[in-house]
């Protein structure tokens, strides 16, 4: 077999493996959703809030973490907010800024959201081979990087 046919066949098997990997993240997510009554992108949203370090995400950052049009994040937003779990406001300084954060039922669903995400994960977890764990995270950050 000449190289050109191993690289030939190591990119196939990469795109099968990208893709399992994709569609059973995909059913994690549905399942997610089922479970918290949000939708992925809200859960997202939910847990950025709640990590933010100064509790409030400019729409702007919101924009650049999510990597979503202004629309659909302004959508996104107005959601969360009639169902009460974010507020948003109007800095004092410029009036041209806008900041969410959460309200208190919000932190209470993004803990949940962010509490549901980690057992799955520990779940993830608990099934690789003992002393492994450090280099497959080491794995998929090299993966992310190349993405």
Known sequence: MTEEEKYQLCLEDLGKLLQKTSRIFQL???????????????????????????????????????????????????????????????KDIDKRIVTICLSQAGKMIAEQVYS??????????????????????NSFEVLLNAL
């Open 28 to 90: 994690m997510e549905r399942e997610q959703v089922r479970r918290s009554q949000h939708t992925t992108s809200q859960s997202y949203l939910l847990m950025e809030l709640l990590h933010a370090h100064n509790e409030e995400l400019s729409m702007q950052q919101v924009i650049d973490k999510m990597k979503l049009e202004k629309s659909t994040i302004t959508r996104l937003v107005d959601t969360l907010i009639k169902q009460g779990l974010v507020v948003r406001q109007k």
């Open 116 to 137: 549901g995400r980690l057992n799955y994960y520990r779940n993830i977890i608990s099934h690789l081979p003992r002393g492994h764990v450090r280099e497959v995270m």
